[in-house]
């Protein structure tokens, strides 16, 4: 059973930078490709961005395409997503999932995914 666990959300202005953290345990870290969600309020949770067990893929949502990096350290169990140059529109709560798969695989399904963090709440503000 794997735990994932989520910080660094907030409060930011429109064009401003935030990197969410997600730290695994319960697992074999390096056998999971990592994803990161967003679901905003009254929609349906949407790909953000991937990357595969160790590191070497990654894969990213094309509306956020130039404004995000997806990075790991296995050493640490944890993944990363830095996000820049950030709109109101990606206001939602973010999500990080942990998804066994193949090397250098990514996964932009949700159903790829069995293990899910509670989420943390960014807000963009104008």
């Known amino acids: 059973q794997v735990q994932l666990v989520e910080s660094g959300g907030g409060l930011v202005q429109a064009g401003g930078s935030l990197r969410l953290s997600c730290a695994a345990s319960?697992?074999?870290?390096?056998?999971?490709?990592m994803g990161w969600f967003r679901q905003a309020p009254g929609k349906d949770r949407e790909f953000v961005a991937t990357i595969s067990r160790g590191g070497a893929s990654t894969n990213y949502a094309d509306s956020m395409k130039g404004r995000l990096t997806i990075s790991r350290d296995n050493a640490k169990n944890t993944v990363y997503l830095q996000m820049i140059s950030l709109k109101p529109e990606d206001t939602a709560v973010y999500y990080c999932a942990a998804a066994l798969g193949f090397p250098y695989r990514t996964y932009a399904q949700t159903n790829s995914y069995a293990y899910w963090g509670q989420g943390t709440q960014v807000t963009v503000s104008t």
């Open positions: 319960g697992g074999t870290f390096g056998n999971y490709a």
